[in-house]
């Protein structure tokens, strides 16, 4: 009876199923985690797939059968759209730094912080919306609502050319953070709904390993832009309304193409479907349950993994902050040109590319517990860059250029982060609330991490910089604190409980689309 769900011994996964137990706020008696063995529990008017992961019961076929032709059509129709979508949602991000090198400054009439003003206004706009928009990602179908975010936010980027002022950019660039907020968690969720515990993080790096094509793009596109003098527009303005315009057209491609789940994507047969579900069942955390619970809410709040990973991503957040929008001021600021300091933004695309898509590539092929070690590894390089452009002399600019360059491996440690939450969060209320907290501490560090780039310390920015060595010291420890507590809830769990047999990890599929959370259910292994 459905001995598809039984992992070979051998995988990954089967290792990595690892559990919780200390700093956890549940009662962990035998009578206070559920332990059933029928399918009588599960909610199915809110659970989506669970009328397929049903029928798999009953089914008289292997589902794991030539699984590898159902990933490859998966990878074909779906992760592209995911890769396009937020490779241009990062290129809208860079939009405001690739602008501010053709007088964007002098145009508005900005004095002061102003600018500064702008670029964390959008973070604050994202924050705002990061609570309404993970809310309605689990209430309604997310690809429909992620194409209409995408609609109304290309339409913001075109009004840009139409802003006047300091006031106009400022409610243009908190609208858009409005609208930009759920893009990630929106991905990270479909992402989720499709891939497996070991599938996951390259599918995850390869997405937004495209922040890197979105940089190299977005510097040639700004740098062509740039010679057009003649235009009745200048190119600052030139630059919002092409992005703008690509993104509109590619909302529709995605609302044509996209999946809400796989129980409707188009390009899978009903047998496919199944054996998606099948797969992805075995992460023990069901495919999507459209009820938020308050329980599984106030449950992330007392849970420590959920607050490591929030500081986590504040430090992340005053990093990119500092980065993502600055980065053209401080190439000029060593002695280049607008569009000089453009062209010169190429390799920190490269960079990043190739850094969070090879971590995706060791996540994937390694056997044991890498996650956490890739974070704190990914974590060097910027700090190197970081200290490198602190202590260089001015007069070596090409040195300070290259530390530049460094700095955009920040979507690594990032990255990482989300595949934790994807992978150690189980219960659908539970991991939209645990993401709420990262996006808001993470949009919170985008804030910090702009108003500490002050002008009058141009072109190093001296706090600037102290301030984001200081947030990359402090994730290091924090990864460390992470995977030790992680190894030792998984080492107490197993002595608890005992290892893991082929019945234990069908009940933990069971009572994973129960929506029972990682406390809740006792079968389910932390991969970390």
Not at 76 to 86: D, G, H, Q, R
Not at 152 to 177: E, Q, T
Not at 263 to 270: C, E
Request: proline share 3%; with cysteine; aromatic share 12%.
């Amino acid at each position: 009876m459905m001995k598809e769900m039984v992992l070979n011994e051998n995988s990954s996964d089967t290792k990595e199923r690892n559990f919780i137990s200390i700093n956890s706020p549940v009662d962990e008696d035998e009578g206070s985690i559920e332990d059933v063995s029928s399918w009588a529990g599960v909610d199915q008017k809110h659970i989506v797939g669970a009328e397929f992961v049903k029928e798999l019961f009953d089914a008289d076929f292997d589902a794991d059968v030539d699984y590898a032709a159902v990933r490859r059509k998966i990878d074909t129709w779906l992760l592209p759209v995911l890769c396009i979508t937020y490779m241009l949602q990062f290129l809208d991000k860079l939009s405001l730094n690739y602008a501010s090198a053709y007088n964007l400054k002098e145009d508005l009439h900005l004095k002061g912080n102003q600018y500064g003003d702008i670029a964390a206004i959008f973070n604050a706009g994202y924050m705002v919306g990061t609570i309404p928009g993970n809310w309605l990602i689990q209430r309604v179908p997310v690809a429909k609502f992620t194409g209409c975010t995408l609609l109304v936010w290309s339409i913001l980027l075109v009004a840009h050319i139409g802003a006047k002022n300091y006031s106009d950019m400022m409610a243009l660039r908190f609208l858009l953070g409005v609208m930009e907020a759920t893009i990630s968690p929106s991905n990270m969720m479909m992402c989720g709904m499709f891939y497996d515990k070991q599938e996951q993080p390259f599918r995850m790096c390869t997405f937004l390993s495209m922040n890197g094509i979105a940089t190299m793009v977005g510097a040639l596109l700004s740098y062509g832009l740039g010679h057009c003098t003649n235009s009745s527009l200048a190119p600052w303005k030139l630059i919002f309304l092409v992005i703008g315009l690509i993104n509109f057209a590619w909302a529709l491609v995605f609302l044509y193409l996209a999946p809400d789940s796989p129980t409707n994507a188009r390009f899978l047969s009903h047998e496919e479907k199944l054996k998606v579900i099948n797969r992805v069942s075995k992460n023990q955390m069901g495919i999507k349950d459209t009820k938020f619970k308050f329980s599984q809410a106030l449950e992330a709040q007392k849970d420590l993994n959920s607050w490591i990973l929030a500081l986590i991503g504040l430090g992340c957040g005053v990093i990119n902050g500092g980065t993502s929008n600055f980065i053209s001021s401080l190439i000029k600021g060593f002695g280049f040109s607008g569009l000089n300091a453009t062209v010169l933004q190429l390799p920190t695309g490269a960079i990043e590319f190739v850094c969070v898509f090879t971590a995706g590539m060791v996540a994937i092929t390694t056997k044991k517990n890498v996650r956490t070690i890739l974070l704190f590894v990914l974590c060097i390089p910027t700090l190197a860059g970081l200290i490198g452009i602190h202590l260089i002399p001015l007069e070596h600019k090409w040195a300070l250029v290259g530390c530049c360059w460094l700095l955009y491996i920040i979507g690594g440690p990032v990255i990482m982060c989300w595949i934790l939450i994807n992978v150690t969060v189980a219960g659908s209320s539970k991991v939209s609330t645990v993401k709420i907290l990262w996006f808001l501490c993470y949009t919170g560090g985008n804030i910090c991490g702009s108003k500490i780039m002050y002008p009058n310390e141009a072109p190093k920015y001296i706090s600037g910089m102290k301030g984001l060595i200081s947030s990359y010291a402090g994730m290091m420890f924090l990864s460390i604190v992470y995977y030790v507590m992680m190894y030792y809830r998984n080492k107490t769990r197993d002595k608890k409980y005992g290892k893991l047999t082929p019945e234990d990890v069908k009940e933990g599929v069971i009572n994973g689309f129960k929506d029972l959370t990682d406390f809740e259910n006792k079968y389910f292994r932390y991969s970390y």
